[in-house]
């Protein structure tokens, strides 16, 4: 066709046939009807813009007042404040005030928006100090930029731009890397025991709760605040935590990356423009100098990773780990003390709703299975990981999920993979360099790759995330041992023997020759959470079963047939019926028969689930390893209960006496 020659069907244009062969073909203009469509002047009317400049101004809208301003409108915050301030100055202000050293000048001088975008800001006189001369630091000289609740778009530019191995994926959603910590460090967490913490919390043997003193939080704290000063530019999210409104609090979090900001907008709940227009201050804060290691010369270090909780002062400082798990569980922690307070439950535990307001729990240690199981096309989300229990019934804490994606298929949980769109976070996950498609099976950065998103992605999500008093109460283990039935009914003593339990037991990693499943007892399917001693949320989670009638069950969502290596997983689909006729209320009026050593009710038929694998015993070729190793299990049951013999569950000594029989009986 008219590919390089002076062919031209229509006439419209021709090359000029006298083109030098290295000259570009000159292209001429015919007058005629035609030509205006091809070839046109520019004679419309010009729209309002003169310079390209100006043309990129029109691109973009000032919006509401509580998003960040764009052109450079900064304000400046020094050590003395505006008179008047604008809800814009309060927030900086505040911001100001969060990051003031402790030691040195007050509050940092902070500027709204990006660095790249605010050069205009710097002409801002800058208000002299009232600090004396001595005192005065260069870190007081500078200026800091506050990116103040971002967008996702915002965030997504920002992480794209400055961090490495920040990506899109073929679905929209942000893949990020959070660095040599691909999971939590228990191991490095501190709480400050001062005066009241020393006798409210649980401390020692079992406990999760590793002191540190108030001086050495405030060295800590002082190195991250310095290094988060000593950025350009650090990311501030204002946000809430817990559904019930009655009894919600405030969070601030300041972090020095964009995939910190992304992943708590999604996970924490997001404020209205209005809401956030009237913050006031925080109720408690993180700073997170993740990417800065703690000093080892710090009394109390033991690596360079350290996550500090100070109830006292309502902060919580990370140092020397990406991890942004990190995060959201050290507020789990926080309301893990605070909701107590309130004769508010706090709970590990999924949960959902049925459309006749029937209301389920799901506990269980990480990998049991609450995500998954709680994400049920035919019943309403309240959430996925962390929930309140108070006198008016359910609340979720979070506003978002954080689903594990390792081998994640679109079959098997097809919300969950729908989530992972624009604003999902996706991370440590591995993809194609070109289609940027997410191989899920790929566990060449970590096992435990995950996605964070708003709960409103799941769209049977109910919101607000607040529900009636649950009905059926579903303890989950990942049984890798494949002696625990996949489906027993439990009694008040025997749901409160497997609460305190709490066990699960896991294929130990994927290290070469491991082939023992590893059990894991962590009090309350939570002890790395709870801050409080356990038989305290025990005692709660009694006196609110039996007000409300809530029946108890243990779901083994782990081997059958064989341990680990022998046996397999239970497949999700006849979990799932399980947890279906549980919800149903068709489990309750079932025949059941007692297991012996564990004294489990065992039920002879579950709907759309094969009998033979309701008895372990059933499944397994070998009866004899069968009895061996249920008898290994009862034994670490056994071992691991001792701790807790001594002590008494609330006011009732003869509920305490029952569950101290609850347990395996060999
Ligand atoms: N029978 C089963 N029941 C439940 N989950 C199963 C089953 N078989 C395989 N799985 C897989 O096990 C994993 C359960 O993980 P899930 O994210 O639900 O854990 P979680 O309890 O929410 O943990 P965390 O507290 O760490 O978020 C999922 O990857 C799921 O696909
Ligand atoms: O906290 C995390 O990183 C993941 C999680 O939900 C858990 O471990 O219970
Ligand atoms: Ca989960
Ligand atoms: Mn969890």
């Known amino acids: 066709m008219a590919g390089n020659g002076n062919e031209n069907a229509d006439g419209d244009f021709s090359f ?20 205006a469509d091809v070839c046109h002047d520019d004679t419309a009317p010009r729209v309002n813009f003169q310079t390209i400049d100006e043309l990129h101004c029109l691109q973009k809208k000032r919006s509401a007042p509580t998003t960040p301003l764009k052109e450079g409108g900064g304000v400046v915050m020094g050590t003395s404040g505006p008179t008047t301030p604008s809800s814009g100055e309060t927030m900086l202000q505040s911001v100001s005030a969060s990051l003031a050293s402790l030691t040195r000048e007050t509050g940092p001088k902070l500027i709204r928006g990006d660095p790249t975008s605010a050069a205009k800001v710097a002409h801002v006189p800058h208000t002299p100090t009232s600090v004396p001369a001595a005192d005065v630091s260069d870190s007081g000289l500078k200026f800091t930029h506050i990116l103040h609740n971002l967008s996702p778009a915002e965030l997504y530019e920002q992480a794209i731009k400055y961090e490495k191995g920040s990506f899109v994926t073929s679905t929209g959603a942000l893949a990020t890397l959070s660095g040599a910590k691909t999971g939590r460090s228990p191991k490095d967490k501190r709480v400050v025991k001062d005066e009241t913490t020393a006798s409210e919390l649980w401390w020692g043997k079992g406990s999760p709760n590793i002191e540190m003193d108030e001086q050495t939080f405030l060295v800590n704290r002082e190195r991250a605040v310095d290094y988060l000063n000593s950025l350009d530019k650090v990311f501030v999210n204002d946000q809430y935590l817990n559904w019930d409104p009655e009894n919600s609090i405030k969070v601030r979090i300041v972090s020095a990356r964009a995939y910190h900001s992304l992943f708590m907008h999604n996970m924490c709940i997001r404020p209205t423009p209005e809401e956030l227009e009237n913050f006031g201050t925080p109720d408690f804060t993180i700073y997170n100098a993740g990417k800065f290691p703690c000093n080892r010369y710090t009394h109390y270090m033991t690596s360079s990773t350290s996550i500090d909780i100070n109830l006292g002062r309502r902060e919580m400082v990370i140092l020397g ?74 609340s979720n804490i979070e506003g978002g999920c954080y689903a594990k994606c390792i081998d994640l298929s679109r079959e098997k949980e097809p919300d969950i993979w729908n989530a992972i769109k624009f604003g999902t976070v996706l991370e440590n996950v591995v993809f194609d360099e070109h289609t940027r498609e997410v191989d899920y099976n790929d566990k060449s950065v970590t096992e435990n790759t995950r996605a964070a998103y708003p709960i409103e992605y799941i769209p049977n999500s109910k919101i607000p995330c607040v529900g009636p008093h649950p009905k059926n109460v579903i303890l989950l283990a990942c049984d890798a041992f494949g002696v625990l039935p996949p489906i027993s009914k439990l009694d008040l003593a025997q749901t409160m023997y497997h609460f305190i339990s709490g066990y699960t037991a896991l294929v130990a990693g994927t290290e070469e020759g491991v082939k023992e499943p590893r059990a894991t007892f962590s009090a309350c399917f939570g002890a790395a959470f709870i801050m409080l001693h356990p038989t305290k949320y025990a005692a709660m989670l009694a006196e609110k079963m039996q007000a409300q009638g809530a029946t108890g069950w243990l779901v083994n969502t782990g081997w059958s047939g064989g341990s680990y290596g022998a046996g397999s997983r239970i497949k999700l689909a006849y979990t799932r019926k399980i947890i279906d006729a549980i919800h149903s209320g068709s489990l309750l009026n079932a025949t059941y028969h007692k297991t012996e050593i564990f004294g489990l009710e065992i039920p002879n038929e579950v709907e759309g689930v094969p009998s033979e694998i309701l008895e372990p015993m059933n499944a397994w070729e070998d009866k004899e390893a069968y009895k061996d190793t249920l008898l290994k299990l009862a034994g670490l049951f056994r071992n691991n209960f001792e701790t807790f013999t001594s002590h008494k569950i609330g006011d009732d000594g003869k509920l305490t006496e029952e569950i101290l029989a609850a347990g395996p009986n060999f």
Request: hydrophobic letters at 35%; a positive charge; charged letters at 25%.
């Open 16 to 35: 000029s046939a006298a083109a030098a062969r290295d000259a570009l073909p000159r292209i001429t203009t015919e007058k005629g009807a035609k030509s």
């Open 321 to 394: 780990t990406q991890y942004a798990g990190e995060m959201k569980k050290g507020l789990f922690g926080v309301m893990h003390y605070l909701m107590p307070k309130r004769k508010i439950l706090s709970l590990h535990s999924g949960c959902n709703m049925g459309k006749e307001g029937d209301v389920a729990l799901f506990f269980g240690l990480s990998g049991t299975g609450k995500t998954t199981l709680s994400t049920d096309h035919n019943r309403y989300l309240i959430g996925d990981d962390e929930h309140c229990w108070s006198d008016a019934g359910v």
